[in-house]
């Protein structure tokens, strides 16, 4: 039977592994939420969390450290790494296996058989990235609501959902990275370590660079700094940041589109 969509294929083959990581993804911010409560002393942490070393602090939380009010304690605790975390480890995962992995796995001469333009695989592939990253993002926010409800957590529910709607496009930024080094290099696990190692320097750049004299302007370079660097938590969406994430990840499947249309496919 030939092949109709690959769009409804990808949903079909990745709908079980993605059910686990969004289970995960729920319970993991619901438990930072739950132990809120239970902090205690909410100064006298954050008395002792002002007296960490500058660099320390800005590597800790790119939005500063405040532990004194749940907003606070969520940018630290979920927003600025298990967040970023998870959902740039879905982006990358997906984007990385996306033509890489058919070729790695010998099926892409079975899937180009059928027919459809390569490019055509490339975007639907990116789509079913795009989708799965998002409701990762979605079961984060429900797993926050939920435990935020039970345990009497006041939090701004809207806001979450555009923090969280922020570092989902930062994953799918990433994601689209990925796509485009597997659609050039033909390696999986190649892909995914070059996509991750530069988010990592974005990171580090967006963290460390206002510290540095001399290179405070390339923070707003830095793909991190439009995820995180308004604050969506407290201040919501950013429209120019949220353009700029949506454009490297549209450009980036564009390249990966035309490199998979140009090169020789093996396997």
Known sequence: ??????FLKCIHDQWRAVLGWSIFAAL????YVALYPSLGEANAMQAFMDQLPEAYRALFASTGLDISTAEGYLNIEL?????????????????????????????????????IHRWRVVLEKSAAMVLWTL????????????????????LPF?????????????????????????A????RMAAFAIALILSVVAYFVNALAPLVEGMEDLRVLSPFYWYIGNDPLRN?????????????AVACVALAAIAWERRDIRG
């Open 1 to 6: 039977m030939q092949l109709r969509s690959v």
């Open 28 to 31: 993991m911010p619901a438990l």
């Open 79 to 115: 927003f600025s790494f298990v967040g970023p975390l998870l959902l740039l480890a879905v982006g990358i995962g997906l984007g990385a296996s996306a033509t890489a992995g058919e070729e790695e796995g010998g099926t892409a001469d079975l899937l180009l058989a059928n027919p």
């Open 135 to 154: 409701i990762v993002a979605v079961a984060i926010w429900i797993g926050v609501v939920a435990a935020a409800l039970v345990y009497g957590v006041e």
């Open 158 to 182: 809207d806001r979450i959902g555009a923090a969280l709607l922020d570092c989902a496009l930062l994953g799918i930024a990433y994601g689209a990275l990925a796509l485009l080094v597997g």
């Open 184 to 187: 050039l290099l033909a390696r």
């Open 236 to 248: 919501g969406l950013e429209p120019s940041h949220v353009a700029a994430l949506a454009a490297v």
